[in-house]
């Protein structure tokens, strides 16, 4: 059996390969597995489950690191932001892989070719939670961006006025919305019958192509918003370095605050936005062609499903390394609370650490012994000069 992408007539064939199918032939069957076992589809699963793994050993420990006592330097909105941000790469993560590993298990052990043929209802089952974390991702941003916003406002009496309860309220928010939202885009094409090929939207990405550039415009507004709530904070500094006596000890604590943080999501933020955007662009690419090209040929546009994917996992894997690796303060956070993880490095001639206590023990014991043979020395050099004078006394 040829497993390569090759486009091949097929004018019996459903005219959307992405729709319900609710009396399908064994075309159909045929068709369903020729996608599935596609060289291109089984590497980019592959790939796939290697990521997932990657992503959640990564951020597994980034979610430690934000709970752990050295992280309570940092404010407790940030961390709260973060950590939400971090589940929803985690729980893509982790859906990715059980649906990649499923469907590669299939692929391999299947030998009917209607097997392939999935229940659109067990594909919602199967992608639907995927979405749920690819939609409270992208929302956390905005949500970093509208928390500093408030904090930048209000910096006057934010610490004092019940600051947690904005950020659990914008997280609960975040998550709230993501929630509609994958509810919507699944409800509105979910329909009894089987799909050819399950896609990560169900039935085909044009219905999620309006929310998602939607929210990506909106994620490159408040990426936006944090330059300039940067900016605003640096100046209102200056102000309060010129005009010390006018700002409170609390103010200028909060101006601090304000910079670091913004120094920290902006980063994360810029990771976001670009997977994002490319997440937004292969979606179109696919809708385009698809609407384009007959359904005959449709099939080969299916890696651009999995392309999506693939670039979900790869945030779960660059979101918390690129935190840490380009903010001096977390990346120091993460070396109090995991020790383990950062070994430093010892260059030709440094003290290895296992010595380093027994070379101090050995150098205390050297100054030590000089010390007190200057003194025997001191004391011999004092009683020949006292002998001295005492001889020309009696002369």
């Given at each position: 059996m040829d497993n390569s992408m090759s486009i091949a007539p097929r004018n019996d064939v459903s005219s959307n390969p992405l729709s319900s199918i609710v009396n399908f032939t064994i075309t159909d069957c045929e068709f369903a597995k020729e996608m599935s076992t596609s060289s291109i589809i089984v590497a980019l699963r592959v790939a796939q489950l290697v990521l997932c793994l990657m992503g959640f050993f990564s951020s597994v420990p980034f979610i430690y690191v934000l709970c752990s006592q050295t992280a309570h330097q940092l404010h407790v909105n940030v961390r709260l932001s973060l950590i939400s941000l971090t589940v929803g790469a985690v729980f893509a993560c982790f859906q990715l892989f059980i649906s990649a590993f499923y469907t590669l298990m299939q692929t391999l052990i299947s030998e009917d070719a209607c097997d392939f043929m999935v229940d659109s209802y067990v594909c919602a089952l199967i992608r639907s939670p995927i979405l749920f974390a690819i939609y409270s991702t992208i929302l956390g941003s905005m949500v970093l961006a509208a928390e500093r916003a408030i904090a930048t406002i209000h910096f006057k009496t934010y610490e004092s006025h019940g600051s947690v309860y904005v950020g659990i309220t914008l997280v609960l928010f975040q998550w709230l919305i993501a929630l509609g939202l994958t509810v919507f885009v699944v409800g509105i094409r979910l329909s009894p019958g089987h799909v050819l090929y399950c896609s990560i939207y169900i039935s085909h990405p044009r219905s999620a192509i309006y929310s998602i550039t939607m929210i990506s415009v909106m994620e490159t507004v408040a990426l936006l918003l944090s330059f300039v709530l940067l900016k605003i904070n640096q100046r209102k500094r200056v102000s309060e370095f010129i005009n010390n006596s006018l700002h409170s000890l609390t103010e200028r604590y909060q101006l601090q605050e304000n910079i670091r943080m913004m120094q920290i999501l902006i980063p994360t933020m810029t990771?976001?936005?670009?997977?994002?955007?490319?997440?937004?662009?292969?979606?179109?690419?696919?809708?385009?062609?698809?609407?384009?090209?007959?359904?005959?040929?449709?099939?080969?546009?299916?890696?651009?499903?999995?392309?999506?994917?693939?670039?979900?996992?790869?945030?779960?894997?660059?979101?918390?390394?690129?935190?840490?690796?380009?903010?001096?303060?977390?990346?120091?956070?993460?070396?109090?609370?995991?020790?383990?993880?950062?070994?430093?490095?010892?260059?030709?001639?440094?003290?290895?650490?296992?010595?380093?206590?027994?070379?101090?023990?050995?150098?205390?014991?050297?100054?030590?012994?000089?010390?007190?043979?200057?003194?025997?020395?001191?004391?011999?050099?004092?009683?020949?000069?006292?002998?001295?004078?005492?001889?020309?006394?009696?002369?």
């Open positions: 990771v976001h936005a670009v997977l994002s955007i490319l997440c937004l662009i292969a979606l179109f690419i696919f809708a385009f062609f698809d609407n384009a090209l007959d359904g005959r040929y449709a099939y080969g546009l299916a890696p651009f499903s999995e392309l999506i994917l693939l670039l979900i996992s790869m945030y779960g894997c660059v979101f918390p390394l690129f935190a840490v690796t380009r903010n001096a303060q977390l990346r120091q956070i993460a070396r109090r609370a995991l020790p383990a993880v950062f070994v430093k490095v010892h260059k030709p001639g440094d003290v290895p650490a296992d010595d380093e206590q027994t070379a101090l023990n050995e150098r205390g014991r050297g100054e030590a012994h000089r010390t007190r043979t200057s003194k025997q020395e001191t004391e011999r050099d004092s009683d020949t000069h006292f002998g001295l004078l005492s001889e020309m006394w009696q002369k």
